[in-house]
């Protein structure tokens, strides 16, 4: 009621989705949705799809939940793509991906591909939120560095969970060197979500995002410069200040 009919909503299949498909499903909606406002896509939505949103390359997929030949899926598609920014979406995690007792879900195939690709990987599923540093290995964990600002590009990327979007906030039951940031009922979390701002200050390279709750909380704050439609090498991307789309990612 308060967004409105036409407000873009884009959503990968989870494991509480039961009424995905069939008359009033989620995908009727969704679809319906989409068409109101004139976007377009690539397969089967939520479960193998793409789709270009105001210059953001957005692939929705349910690895460990429906369908299989998802890593194929998302490494066809990046490939086939030169947007600046790329966004990979599924639901459910691996274990080494959340800081929750979730189990190995989904393969590390999905997670390396996207990585290759330059988009950045948004989850959900764990009840909480939580983000990495830059990474050049998703099943290794390999740091490239731990800046706030992260230089995204073919091999380089970064992976967050944002699972505060209104169920039940659980606690923390892991951690590694690799987290950037971690909000959980440990941390005393309240539900929120990613925010995130494209073309900041002008600049098409440049991103701003946060996590906010609805307390007004603000416990990670961090900028993403993108040249993952570029064969670049992330110490060759000379830093960017933080010197406009907005695009908000929540989950249960």
Same mark, same amino acid.
């Given at each position: 009621d308060i967004l409105g009919p036409d407000f873009p909503y884009f959503a990968s299949k989870g494991n509480h989705d039961d009424k995905w498909d069939g008359s009033g499903g989620y995908t009727e909606v969704l679809e319906n949705r989409m068409n109101r406002i004139g976007v377009s896509w690539d397969g089967e939505i939520g479960i193998k799809s793409s789709l270009h949103y105001k210059g953001i390359f957005i692939i929705l997929v349910a690895p460990g939940e429906e369908g299989k030949g998802h890593a194929e899926?998302?490494?066809?598609?990046?490939?086939?793509?030169?947007?600046?920014?790329? =966004?990979?979406?599924? &639901?459910?995690?691996?274990?080494?991906?959340?800081? %929750? /007792? $979730?189990?190995?879900?989904?393969?590390?195939?999905?997670y390396e591909e996207s990585r290759k690709g330059g988009a950045i990987i948004a989850t959900g599923h764990e009840h909480?939120?939580?983000?990495?540093?830059?990474?050049?290995?998703?099943?290794?964990?390999?740091?490239?560095?731990?800046?706030?600002?992260?230089? =995204?590009?073919?091999? &380089?990327?970064?992976?967050?969970?944002?699972?505060? %979007? /209104? $169920?039940?906030?659980?606690?923390?039951?892991?951690?590694?060197?690799?987290?950037?940031?971690?909000?959980?009922?440990?941390?005393?979390?309240?539900?929120?979500?990613?925010?995130?701002?494209?073309?900041?200050?002008?600049?098409?390279?440049?991103?701003?995002?946060?996590?906010?709750?609805?307390?007004?909380?603000?416990?990670?704050?961090?900028?993403?410069?993108?040249?993952?439609?570029?064969?670049?090498?992330?110490?060759?991307?000379?830093p960017h200040p933080p010197k406009n789309v907005t695009i908000s990612v929540e989950s249960e």
């Amino acid at each position: 009621d308060i967004l409105g009919p036409d407000f873009p909503y884009f959503a990968s299949k989870g494991n509480h989705d039961d009424k995905w498909d069939g008359s009033g499903g989620y995908t009727e909606v969704l679809e319906n949705r989409m068409n109101r406002i004139g976007v377009s896509w690539d397969g089967e939505i939520g479960i193998k799809s793409s789709l270009h949103y105001k210059g953001i390359f957005i692939i929705l997929v349910a690895p460990g939940e429906e369908g299989k030949g998802h890593a194929e899926y998302i490494a066809q598609k990046l490939g086939q793509d030169n947007s600046i920014w790329r =966004i990979c979406s599924w &639901h459910k995690n691996m274990r080494d991906m959340q800081v %929750g /007792g $979730k189990d190995d879900a989904t393969g590390w195939e999905v997670y390396e591909e996207s990585r290759k690709g330059g988009a950045i990987i948004a989850t959900g599923h764990e009840h909480s939120y939580s983000r990495t540093h830059l990474l050049s290995s998703m099943e290794n964990k390999t740091v490239v560095n731990r800046s706030d600002t992260l230089d =995204i590009k073919k091999g &380089h990327s970064f992976a967050f969970v944002s699972g505060l %979007g /209104g $169920k039940s906030i659980r606690s923390q039951k892991r951690d590694g060197d690799w987290w950037a940031a971690v909000y959980t009922d440990s941390q005393d979390a309240n539900h929120g979500a990613l925010f995130g701002t494209f073309n900041l200050n002008g600049n098409p390279n440049l991103a701003e995002f946060y996590f906010k709750d609805i307390d007004g909380v603000v416990p990670d704050r961090f900028w993403v410069v993108s040249h993952a439609n570029e064969d670049v090498v992330a110490d060759e991307v000379p830093p960017h200040p933080p010197k406009n789309v907005t695009i908000s990612v929540e989950s249960e």
